[in-house]
């Protein structure tokens, strides 16, 4: 298929001088969709073209040309790109001619401005060897099966990105983590995808060009090939959209699944949920433009997709984490829920601390149980990014063996080098690793490559550790200036600090009690704030001091905490060996801190006050292997060969 894919993009040589790399794909996509849907109609053209005359209004139109043809759509012109080239001069108007006589299904020229394309292409004298290189492409279905057309698209699809020197986060899936993808999330329904009369539904919100959804559409057919697949895509980009949209056109698909829009701010399919989604959302791409309405929707709780937190305003990846949840369909009364793949890069296993909206999210979706696998994949696996990616698989209704646990498959070492990169893609996982990883995620079983863990082994608590100030205060020159520079307004305390002598004072009530009388000698009064900034600016850390106590409020009486040597522990659910529930805090946390921190420091205490419920997975930490290093013999021995070596060149030199 890259062969082909190179072939049609190569047409893009045409184009050079009027047109410029980046928009060679405005041209190419909208040809070859036209020549695709041309080699469809063309067994149909004389039924068709019978039919279209017979009846005048589009409802009996559609109606009877899929009755006769089998096809979701029709053209009411005479004009085939052969036909339209021999009439050179009108070549143009016949071509816009031949776009518009397309029913109303065919959109997606508009969203791709082609008619003004077309013209722009006659008026840089190009139209004419464009539209005779395109008539050539065989893209017949005998020739290209709906596959081959996804494979193309993609291929095109990629050539055009990288043309336009796309962003990391604006790429396309490659086919081989989508197989691998769609085999995970139909893993556990295999035997009922068999069973006649299946009928079953994917969405996808973030569809690009409908690769996961031909995917998925291929491996069921594969299954049961009279089971019937309703497609449903959302996509925000107009050229994809119109790419998704004539691809599942083409296949037969209701297309009025097929809708355009920022799923983030609009679902476009707002009460609807599904059998199985996938999505690969782009990476690292901030969600600002659909800010106002997912901060209104994140309001509505429980009510709303993104009630359980938000992730960073430079991230939105775990936004359509949510969104897929909302999506998947309820569990049933015959036990019988929804499932969802999605494809995430490493940052929403481990991003933002305990109390964090990507924390509370994770949180939600462990407590929830709705996690079932992660998958890491081999690196350099997708066209425009190298970064390390992860598939998810989600399930509202596991399987007995798996309630209450998450499975880990560290795949990073099941891929295969290919001949020829495309792009950053440098690595594919070819059909017995892709195997491989799905037998063991279907063992859930321990390996070296398979790790099982219950949800709460990814939860924690983030317990705040303070010890107390002790400072010791004197009226230094060094001092008074930092008081002075503190309380600027205050008339005379520099003078006034001078003449109270350098003692050094250890308790700070004794210092407070001395210094106050003495200021007041001098008609200083000091407001409570002033006289906190007075202490601070007259005091030093000293390990020897008396501790200084809380004069006020509901503490009062006891240590005051010192800022600066405050500490934050993490304090894994079950530590210890104790109940891995949230009611366990108390012994947990007490069990660890008299375990772990009070033998260090004996004066420490915790704030209960401060203590956060994390959630992290740590997904690297648990497949990491101790390579010991090398034996430092052998080291030097290497050493000592390149230190030879280059002696010996130097006395070649010198010769």
């Known amino acids: 298929m890259s062969k082909l894919g190179s072939f049609v993009w190569g047409i893009a040589d045409l184009l050079r001088g009027p047109y410029k790399p980046h928009q060679y794909g405005a041209v190419i996509l909208p040809m070859t969709i036209l020549r695709r849907l041309e080699c469809v109609m063309e067994p149909h053209r004389e039924a068709m073209a019978k039919t279209v005359a017979e009846y005048d209004d589009d409802l009996r139109r559609k109606t009877f040309v899929r009755r006769t043809t089998g096809l979701p759509f029709y053209n009411t012109s005479a004009f085939t790109l052969e036909r339209a080239l021999k009439d050179p001069d009108n070549l143009a108007s016949n071509l816009v001619d031949y776009i518009n006589g397309f029913s109303s299904e065919i959109d997606v020229f508009k969203h791709f401005e082609f008619e003004r394309q077309i013209h722009d292409l006659d008026k840089a004298a190009r139209l004419n060897v464009v539209v005779q290189a395109f008539a050539r492409v065989d893209l017949h279905p005998d020739a290209v099966d709906n596959a081959g057309m996804g494979d ?36 556990e329904d295999t035997d009922a995808l068999r069973a006649p009369g299946t009928l079953r539904s994917v969405y996808d919100p973030t569809a690009g060009t409908g ?28 050229a994809s959209y119109a790419v998704c949209k004539s691809d599942l056109l083409i296949k037969g698909q209701d297309v009025s699944n097929v809708r355009r829009g920022d799923t983030l701010a609009s679902d476009l399919f707002d009460g609807e949920t599904f059998d199985y989604c996938l999505s690969n959302p782009p990476y690292g791409v901030d969600w600002r433009a659909s800010e106002k309405a997912v901060r209104a929707e994140h309001l509505l709780g429980d009510e709303g997709r993104f009630g359980a937190g938000l992730p960073a305003v430079g991230d939105g990846a775990m936004l359509f984490l949510l969104h897929l949840i909302s999506k998947m369909r309820p569990v049933d009364a015959k036990g019988n829920g929804g499932r969802a793949g999605i494809v995430l890069s490493g940052s929403p296993l481990f991003n933002g601390g305990a109390g964090s909206g990507p924390s509370d999210i994770r949180g939600y979706l462990l407590e929830k149980d709705l996690v079932e696998a992660i ?97 010791n205060f004197a009226c230094t020159p060094e001092r008074i200036q930092a008081a002075v520079k503190a309380l600027p307004n205050l008339r005379g305390l520099g003078e006034t600090l001078d003449t109270f002598g350098e003692a050094v004072y250890l308790n700070r009530e004794d210092f407070l009690h001395d210094l106050g009388k003495h200021l007041g000698t001098a008609g200083i009064r000091l407001t409570t704030p002033q006289r906190k900034a007075l202490w601070q600016a007259l005091g030093e850390r000293d390990e020897n001091a008396d501790i200084c106590i809380v004069q006020t409020g509901k503490l009062k009486g006891s240590a005051e905490p010192d800022p600066t040597l405050r500490d934050t522990e993490v304090v894994p659910f079950g530590w210890g060996g104790h109940k891995k529930k949230h009611d366990a805090v108390r012994e ?39 390579v010991p290093p090398r034996p430092l013999a052998e080291i030097d021995a290497d050493l000592n060969k390149v230190v030879d070596d280059i002696l010996h060149l130097l006395r070649e030199v010198e010769r």
């Open 152 to 187: 193309l698209f993609e291929n095109l699809i990629y050539r055009d990105f990288e043309a336009a020197n796309a962003e990391a986060g604006d790429f396309y899936t490659p086919r081989d983590a989508i197989r691998l993808l769609v085999d995970l999330v139909f893993a």
């Open 211 to 238: 690769g996961m959804l031909s995917v998925a559409e291929e491996h069921l057919l594969s299954l049961n090939p009279k089971a019937k697949l309703a497609l449903y895509a959302q996509e925000v980009n107009p």
């Open 375 to 471: 998958i890491a994949l081999p690196n350099d696996m997708f066209y425009n990014t190298g970064i390390v990616t992860y598939l998810w698989i989600l399930d509202n209704a596991k399987s007995p063996k798996r309630e209450g646990r998450v499975q880990l498959i560290d795949a990073t070492n099941m891929g295969t080098k290919m001949r020829k990169s495309l792009g950053a893609k440098r690595v594919e996982i070819c059909e017995a690793q892709r195997a491989e990883i799905v037998q063991t995620y279907d063992k859930f079983v321990e390996t070296p490559t398979s790790k099982i863990f219950d949800n709460l082994d990814f939860a924690y608590w983030s317990i705040t550790v303070e010890r107390p100030l002790r400072l």
């Open 588 to 626: 947990t946390i007490e069990a660890y801190f008299a375990n772990e921190v009070a033998p260090h420091v004996p004066d420490a205490w915790i704030d209960y006050d401060k203590t956060k419920v994390g959630y992290e997975i740590p997904f690297t930490r648990h497949f990491y292997t101790f």
